[in-house]
Structures are given as C-alpha cells and as structure tokens.
C-alpha cells in the first residue's frame, strides 16, 4: 500500500513538474468564423467554405487583393451528429502573383510567384507548380546602407555582407552567406543596369536556375567617414529548407494529397470527430476548436495557434464600403465560445470616397455574462460579468455598469500544488504564497500580494464551507467591496517530504490599474463618448480620413489598415497587433498573419566589421572567407523565468527524491 502511494505521488509531483514547464509558453490563438447548429449536417448545409476574408491566419495581400487558400467542409454522406465523413474536409491552395515590395517593374522587379500553405507564406520554385516550395523569408523595399565590411542579417542563419565599396566605380562587392559560409558574391555596377543582383543557384529540390534572392543596390555614395552602398530592395526564400509534396504525404489528418498544377488540394481519407470541449488538430498548426455543448448543440471554429515570437497582426474581414465588424468577422474582439458570447462591434458609415463623416466611425461594447473556467455554481463558482474594450478583456467593477473596469488576468481551473512558502506568479506582479498548510485541520494560510507587498490573507478551512477564498478590496475606483480575486482551495495532502495545499480554480482582475471611463474622455480618433448602464459607445466627433497605403490608429491599439489603390477604389481592415514571447530585435517570424517585426528588425540588424579590405577594383579574391561577428540574441535569467510559477520543478523533484527514499525504506 505505501508503495502504490508513493508511485501515486511521483505521478502527481511529474505532473507538477510538466504543468509548470507548460505554463511558461506564451501562444497566440488566430480563430475564423464560429459555426454553430444542432450537428454537422445541419452546420454544413451544401457546404461551407473558409477563405481569408474570414479567416486571419490564411495569406492575404491587401494591396493586391490577393488570397490563396481556402478550407471547406463538404456535404458528404458520412457526416453525421459531431462527425465530418471521409472526403468531407478539403485544404486547397493555388498558386498567385503577387508585387515585390520594391515594386519596379522596369527593373525586373514587377512580381512573383506566392503559395500560402497551411497559413505560411511559400513561394513556389517553379512558378507554375505546387509541389516544389521554399518559405518566404524577406521581401522588403526598406533602405538600408553598409560600408565596407558591415553585414546584414536578414534572418534563419542568411546574411548579406559589404565586402568592398567602391564610390568612384559606383560599384560594390556583395557576398550571400548560410550560417556563416559563403554562398555566393558578385560585384554590383550601379553606373550600368538595373543595378539588381539575382541569385541563382542549382540543384534546389533538383531544379536548376532557381531566384534564391534578388537585391536592389540603389547607389553608392561617400559618407562622412566611410565609402558606403545603399540598399533598396531585398527579396528572400529559405532555399535551403525547400521542402517537395508528395502524393503519399500525410498533413496531420489531412491525407488525401492531389497535386494539379498550380493547385494543391489535401483532403482527410478517414473520419474526423469534432470532440466537444476539445482542440481537435487537423493540420500543420491548424485545428477544429469544439465548445462545451450538449449533445444537441454543436459550434466550432478553425484556429492557428502561433507560438513563435514576435508581433503579430490579427486583422478582421476586409471592406470596401461603409462595413461593421463584431468577433464573427473580427479575430481581435473577444469571444468566449462555450457561451457563444461576444460584446464589441466597430461600424463605419458616412463614408465619401475615403473619408468618414462625423459620427460615421463607431465602436460600441456591453457587459455580459460568462461561466468561471472552474465552473462549480454550487460553490459560488457560476458567472461573472466581462466586457471586450479595444479587444481586450476587461471586468467590470459594477456588473451592470460599463464605466469602471479592470483587465482579467487569469481565470483558471487549472491545479497547482504548494507547500509552505511556495509562492504562485500570477502575472503582472500578482502574487499568492502558502504561508502555512496545516494537514491535521485541513488549513492553508494563504497570502495575496502586489509587487511583493502584503495585499490581504486568509486561512482557508478545506473541511468546512466551499473553500473558497473571496479577496474583496474598497476604494477601487471609488468602489468598495469589489472582489478582485477568487481562488478555490481542492484539499490539503500530505506530501513525501512536506504537506501540501492544492488550489484549483482561480480568477483575478488587476484593480490596481482598474480605470474610469467619463464622458469627456477621448480614446484617439474616437473622442464622443456615451455610457449608458451596461453599454459604451464612442465615435468620432471629427472627419477620419482612410488614407491609402498607410495604417491609420483608431483608438486604444486598434487600428486600419489602407490598401495602395487608384483613387476610385478603396480596400481597408481593422486589426490589432499582439506579441508572442520575449521580443527581441532578431526574433523573426513566417507565420501568417504576417509578424509586423517580420522585415524591419532584420534589415536593421547590422553588423559592422573592422575595414581591412582594399578597393574593389584592388582584388580579384572572390574566395576569401568573410569576417562575420553577427551577434547573439541570449534572453536574461529574468527572461526566462518570466512565465514560470516559480516552485513546480522544485516540488517535483523533492518529491520525487521523498519518493526514491519511501521505496527503498519499505524494501
């Protein structure tokens, strides 16, 4: 028996240890539309089809007008109740041309070849096929300038190196480099040509003559100390990751791979189930989220979760008129899905040409009520109200008043073990630590701070009550009795080595940054603000102007984005940016949408090298290894222990030594 419960307890403490590790992952959910019906067959109808206009993750091009992939979910005879029949899900994705950055056509630079797969940009290394892909590293038109010796990353271990300048010659001598070697060089005359060096290199997946990159060398001038090359265009594939599909290929649950040309088309050969209260992966990064439903209810959406770090543009439906935009058609507003529930909306009306009217830009958001993640109603744990404002979530102080509120920071029903002086993260300097847990009288003294300051305590009596602890605060906003948290106490155990509390459910505001909303407050372009119980409305009190090629700020984060069109049409979004990890200026990303950091933080990132060459005209050495000092991007130990809870590895591995010490006892 002491043996079964030590097994049991070196489960628990692996358990422990392996929640911790995952709560460190910062992840970025990109959703599409919400379906919702009875069951598939009454969802599907003849069929539905997700595009890029609903949804963000897919490759979309505004300025072009350009999407190319889509993901349907077919009428097909084996659908039934939660389960979509063999054949009954279809991944398709052509081939389209798309322009450079560097758009000039007179100079080779007009446009290219584009496939978005599985919500990645790749370029196809035949231009009319499908089967031979590269990612995208870089198309850029920013201006860069290198001296003699500078090198430039440009991301996933490729890098551009100034081997010599030469400002008589207008001339200068590039090198390509992959992780340090050299790949190619070449010596660019910007007196002579288009001045654009195309790297062409073979064997590339066994085609030949494949464009691995193409710069665009403006000029070259004296500058006031150095001899320097401005650069004006840099276009870039991963050539040495191109990947080839495959008839016999299996994506995920995708498994039917036909290839037609320019056209990819990957279906699933067996049935799929979409689990409720579940993420269902289908592919490459996508999934089927399924709500928590009865068995006569069904709602899903298609998700992309993104991982990878870096600053990320989620984007709503794409208008070309007057529009409204709520969380169906908008990835950045919030959307709880096993309630079905979502309050903000953004309309435009009033619109000549590209100008809105007073009053024609309105952004509008309610008070609703959702289920606690650790939904027990008999416990005090059944709803709470929330608010979406600016695509954020926020709670109200007052649940029938959308004035006061305070962003949620967590609502968790997940469970964490600690023992004496153990003390939990919350996030943003929220804290709870187990002063004492007293097995005998089923007791934890629990303590909630700020910043290491003491905020209030408790003794929680898991014997008696529903073990709740309801941290209730005054003068937040003017408003008292606010409960700012809630943490639900499981039970007290006795560990290998020490007794320990366990805490499942916990939901927390951040009330010391709670604000008040008043009528003469402005949020950017919007600056009308009307409060009317448990609704806000806001507009614009002047003109907004949705001015071509440009990003335009709304309010708060939020944002329009303006494709580069003639003056008779117009084609505009909305979308928020939002950060994954620890961003630094080498973090780089393919992902679609596309990571707004993706092109300029690369082509920034300079590495300048001590100038021991000659002048171009000087050497004829184009084999000479080339000096690179490209530096690292190491993350501080705060850094790194951003994210994590502080004590799970640590009572994982003391129990598991209490564990080794109770087996060998008892043998």
């Known amino acids: ?383 709470y109200p929330v608010i979406g404002f600016f695509a954020e979530e926020y709670i109200p102080l007052k649940s029938n008043s959308a004035d006061k509120l305070a962003k949620l920071i967590m609502d968790s029903d997940d469970k964490v073990t600690l023992k004496t002086g153990d003390t939990l993260d919350l996030g943003d300097g929220y804290s709870l630590q187990a002063r004492q847990v007293d097995v005998d009288g089923d007791k934890v003294w629990l303590e909630f701070d700020k910043d290491g300051e003491h905020v209030d305590d408790e003794i929680v009596n898991v014997g008696e009550g529903d073990s709740t602890w309801d941290v209730e605060l005054d003068d937040i906003q003017d408003e008292d009795d606010v409960t700012v948290m809630k943490v639900h106490v499981n039970q007290v155990f006795q560990g290998a080595v020490d007794s320990v509390a366990q805490i499942e459910g916990i939901w927390l505001i951040d009330y010391a940054n709670a604000i008040k909303i008043e009528s003469d407050d402005e949020f950017g372009e919007l600056n009308d603000v009307s409060i009317q119980g448990n609704t806000l409305k806001i507009s614009n009190e002047d003109t907004f102007t949705l001015t071509r090629d440009s990003d335009q700020d709304i309010a708060e984060g939020m944002s329009f984005k303006i494709a580069d069109t003639p003056s008779s049409e117009l084609r505009y979004y909305p979308f928020v940016t939002k950060t994954v990890g620890n961003v630094t200026d080498n973090n780089t990303s393919s992902s679609i949408p596309k990571p707004v950091d993706n092109v300029t933080d690369n082509v920034t990132n300079v590495t300048t090298t001590p100038d021991t060459t000659d002048d171009v005209n000087a050497s004829d050495d184009t084999d000479e290894t080339p000096t690179t000092t490209t530096p690292e991007t190491n993350k501080s130990d705060d850094e790194n222990k951003e994210n994590s809870p502080g004590f799970g590895v640590v009572l994982g591995l003391v129990g598991l030594v209490g564990v080794v010490y109770l087996v060998r006892r008892n043998n």
């Not at 929640?19 to 990109?30: F, P, Q, V, Y």
């Not at 398709?92 to 000039?104: A, G, H, L, M, P």
């Not at 000029?219 to 401005?230: E, I, L, P, R, T």
């Open 1 to 383: 028996m002491k043996r079964f419960a030590a097994v049991t307890l070196a489960a628990l403490m692996l358990l422990t240890v392996f929640a911790s590790a995952a709560s460190a992952a910062d992840t970025l959910e990109i959703r599409g539309p919400v379906f919702n019906g009875s069951n598939i067959d009454d969802i599907v109808g003849d069929g539905i089809t997700i595009d890029a206009t609903q949804f963000a993750a897919f490759y979309y091009d505004i300025d072009d007008n350009v999407t190319t992939e889509t993901l349907s979910i077919k009428n097909v005879a084996g659908n039934n109740g939660n389960v979509i029949g063999e054949g009954g899900i279809v991944y398709s994705t052509k081939i389209q041309k798309v322009d450079y950055e560097y758009d000039k056509p007179s100079l080779g630079w007009d446009n290219y070849s584009l496939l978005g797969f599985f919500a990645e940009k790749y370029i196809p290394l035949k231009s009319n096929s499908a089967d031979k892909l590269a990612k995208l590293v870089m198309d850029s038109d920013d201006k860069v300038t290198l001296k003699t010796g500078d090198t430039l990353d440009l991301g996933e271990g490729y890098s551009l190196q100034a081997r010599q300048v030469d400002v008589d010659g207008d001339k200068v001598w590039l090198e390509f480099d992959k992780d340090g070697e050299h790949v190619d060089d070449e010596i660019v005359n910007v007196g002579e040509g288009d001045s654009t060096w195309d790297v062409e290199l073979d064997d590339i997946q066994d085609e030949d003559d494949v464009t691995v990159m193409k710069v665009h060398v403006n000029q070259v001038f004296q500058g006031a100390v150095d001899s320097v090359a401005q650069i004006e265009g840099i276009w870039l594939i991963d050539y040495a990751n191109a990947i080839k599909i495959e008839s016999d290929d299996e994506f995920g649950e995708l498994n039917d791979v036909s290839i037609n040309g320019d056209t990819l088309n990957i279906t699933n050969e067996d049935t799929f189930t979409l689990t409720r209260d579940s993420t269902n992966e289908l592919a490459e990064g996508l999934s089927f989220k399924v709500a928590d439903t009865p068995s006569n209810v069904l709602r899903f959406y298609l998700a992309k979760d993104i991982t990878e770090p870096g600053s990320y543009e989620i984007r709503g439906s794409v208008a070309s008129g007057p529009a409204t935009w709520d969380a169906s058609n908008f990835a950045g507003f919030y959307y709880d899905l096993d309630d079905n529930v979502q309050t903000e909306n953004l309309s435009v009306s009033k619109l000549n040409g590209n100008v809105i009217g007073e009053g024609g830009l309105v952004y509008q958001t309610s008070v609703k009520k959702v289920d606690y993640e650790y939904n027990k109603p008999s416990l005090g744990w059944d709803q």
